[in-house]
């Protein structure tokens, strides 16, 4: 089921009398819906509105993640978004964003994407930068396109479509994710994986490094570059729990 928010035009004025064009974020909730208000609380400095899928009616493991990102785009052009957003409730914004996001999307005739970079938190201030860790990058403000070009592998695809002629751009700016900073989710993001891709058919990689805390280093949160409001961890694990799911599985999207 899809609802939405969306701010009044005035919002968007600036400071100069103009109205920027909307920035409307995007996400989906299944096991994670007690994060959503959080999750409202950091992106409402950033966004014009927001548009949700609540997928607590679905069935197995895990939902067709392409249909889902496939609705809330097709929901966001509707709803006349000019760039979109794409976030998780377990995921929050630096402070920095929103200051940031009209330079971002300053009027440029080429789709843009921006990459932010995805910190893995370790504890609710601090990440962990050693490999690949520190490496990696989520590219989640872009252009609005139409839904019916969005292509993408069942799992870890981007939101936007590799032939749509995209102009990959980094920002700079952190994106925060939490489900890493207890280890009984870090365990359990491993099994979920392992079981929806045990062929490593999305991630070559795999799915194990996740647990390894070989050498791990961690980063504290710089100054000014806070999330907010403060987590405090509720003690649920946010996800599915295989061993309650039976024999329910993963039901890739062929479409």
């Avoid at 994670?32 to 014009?48: K, T």
Wanted: charged fraction near 30%; glycine fraction near 8%.
């Amino acid at each position: 089921m899809i609802s939405s928010h969306i701010k009044p035009a005035r919002w968007r004025r600036t400071r100069w009398g103009a109205t920027r064009k909307r920035l409307l974020a995007v996400f989906s909730y299944r096991y994670d819906a007690q994060l959503v208000p959080d999750l409202l609380a950091n992106i409402d400095p950033v966004v014009d509105g927001w548009i949700a899928f609540d997928d607590r009616a679905a069935s197995g493991v895990f939902s067709s993640e392409p249909a889902r990102r496939r609705a809330l785009l097709g929901a966001a052009c509707d709803a006349g978004a000019n760039w979109i957003l794409a976030i998780d409730p377990d995921e929050r914004l630096e402070r920095g964003v929103a200051d940031a996001v009209g330079r971002l999307m300053a009027t440029s005739r080429r789709r843009k994407a921006w990459g932010f970079h995805c910190r893995e938190m370790y504890t609710p201030d601090a990440y962990r930068v050693d490999g690949v860790w520190g490496d990696k990058v989520q590219h989640r403000l872009f252009s609005a396109y139409d839904a019916a070009e969005y292509q993408s592998a069942d799992l870890h695809g981007q939101w936007f479509p590799p032939s749509g002629g995209f102009a990959l751009r980094h920002c700079g700016l952190n994106l925060y994710h939490l489900k890493m900073i207890e280890p009984r989710r870090r365990a359990g993001r491993r099994d979920i994986y392992n079981h929806l891709d045990p062929r490593r058919d999305f991630q070559p990689i795999g799915y194990d490094y996740l647990t390894d805390e070989a050498g791990v280093r961690l980063e504290t949160i710089a100054r000014g570059r806070e999330y907010h409001p403060p987590h405090v961890d509720d003690g649920g694990m946010w996800m599915a729990d295989l061993a309650g799911e039976g024999s329910a599985c993963f039901s890739p999207d062929r479409s």
